[in-house]
């Protein structure tokens, strides 16, 4: 079978349905240039959008971002590219999240998202996970991502295929000179010891990529409930997947260990650069570190996303008036300032209302507080000042939510 047609039949094989609209996911290399244009001709322009996301972590990401706009208005097809701002820290995490929250605010229904991973990344990931002593699951067919699913259809087709489709298309693109080094041990594998392996085994790739993942329960984000069930290397293994996280064996028999520790201790167990696994109560938490929000003057009514979470406003017959100035900061940044807030009639510190909510203790530090005029006015989500209930005015009235961000 030719190149073209093995491409061909992986965008023809998709499970779409008519109503479908199909995003690529277009960074402009040599894979997901294949990608975009294998949809325009085996689905057609109108039922496809191309998403090009401009993480600015190199000088050349502008170049890179109108080499995409070239190409998809060349080819006649809808291009939206997104730029985002990534905080210091673990930027590749934060790139993975930037990309699939954009994914997920476009996605209706019955829509798809395609990207342009391989046979070879298949194997390569599943060399570093053995390698690293991880479980060699590989990369997922495919997946939910808001109301679509996420699907990776070269998946058994190898990187030389793809090449050569590019090659009988006489199609351009463009190369990160990041990719080719070395010194990261992903790029090690991909450029060192994959070739080597090549040349005596030759259809490592694809045989790597049929390799059936480890039977392990299916679980969905969120808690896990450690109170009631027996709590064994699976389930955690399942668990930590479902959030795209794959730390050492060593690590899962740690989360193990720990989770039969007393209830008053708060252990912590690292599973990546910037994520840890935590217990407080009956419950396993998986927490991502984001980098905290500076102190700043929000507004009423306006919705914001901040470096760790978001605030958001509901109308409602009391609360804040409209355009309201606020300041927003969190009880570390509070410093000497008084920081307990009367609700129905009591004054109540901060450590108390969190304790009463429920929040976690390495949630409290971070969570945000609402002052007027050197008063907690709001906890969002959790507590609103009786002063602030108490005025009534023309016009809408808002109260704040907060919602952390998440892995």
């Known amino acids: 079978m030719q190149p073209t047609h093995t491409v061909i039949d992986s965008i023809r094989s998709l499970p779409r349905d008519a109503d479908s609209l199909i995003w690529i996911a277009f960074s402009g290399g040599l894979d997901s240039t294949v990608l975009l244009h294998a949809c325009v001709a085996e689905i057609g ?19 890179w971002a109108q080499h995409c706009l070239e190409v998809c208005d060349k080819w006649g097809i809808s291009l939206e590219v997104e730029e985002v701002q990534l905080s210091r820290g673990n930027v590749e995490l934060q790139a993975r999240l930037a990309r ?22 298949v194997a390569e990931t599943r060399l570093w996970q053995l390698l690293t002593g991880r479980a060699v699951v590989g990369i997922a067919e495919r997946k939910v991502v808001g109301k679509g699913r996420a699907i990776r259809p070269f998946l058994h087709l190898d990187k030389q295929q ?31 010891l994959l070739p080597e392996i090549k040349q005596r085994f030759p259809d490592v790739s694809t045989k790597l990529a049929e390799l059936a993942p480890p039977a392990l329960p299916q679980i969905e984000k969120g808690p896990l409930d450690i109170s009631n069930t027996g709590i064994d290397e699976a389930l955690v293994r399942a668990w930590l997947l479902a959030y795209g996280v794959n730390p050492p064996s060593s690590v899962v028999k740690e ?13 912590v167990i690292g599973v990546s650069p910037d994520e840890t696994v935590r217990r407080y109560r009956d419950f396993l938490y998986l927490v991502t570190k984001f980098p905290v929000a500076d102190p700043q003057i929000i507004v009423s009514g306006e919705d914001i996303e901040f470096s760790n979470g978001y605030l958001t406003w509901d109308t409602c017959e ?10 927003m ?19 109540k510190s901060l450590t108390s209302l969190f304790q009463e909510n429920g929040v ?19 906890v969002p989500g959790i507590a609103v000042a009786d ?18 961000k998440e892995n």
């Open 162 to 192: 793809l090449r050569s489709y590019a090659e009988t298309h006489l199609l351009c693109w463009i190369e990160d000179p990041s990719n080719a080094e070395t010194t990261l041990d992903r790029n090690w594998i991909r450029h060192k």
């Open 45 to 63: 322009a109108t039922c496809c959008r191309a998403i090009h996301i401009n993480h600015g972590i190199d000088s050349k990401s502008n170049d």
């Open 360 to 378: 976690a203790p390495w949630l409290r530090d971070d969570w945000p507080i609402l002052m007027n005029e050197e008063r907690v006015a709001c």
């Open 255 to 267: 989360i193990v260990r720990q989770s039969d520790a007393r209830l008053d201790s708060s252990p």
């Open 100 to 121: 699939y929250r954009q994914f997920e605010n476009r996605l209706r229904l019955n829509d798809i998202v395609v990207t342009a991973h391989h046979a070879d990344d």
């Open 329 to 347: 900061l969190n009880r570390t940044q509070a410093g000497s300032r008084k920081v307990s807030i009367r609700v129905n009639g009591i004054s």
């Open 318 to 327: 009391r609360g804040f008036m409209s355009n309201l100035s606020l300041q």
């Open 387 to 404: 002063e602030v209930w108490n005025t009534t005015m023309d016009g809408p009235m808002y109260i704040p939510n907060w919602k952390f």
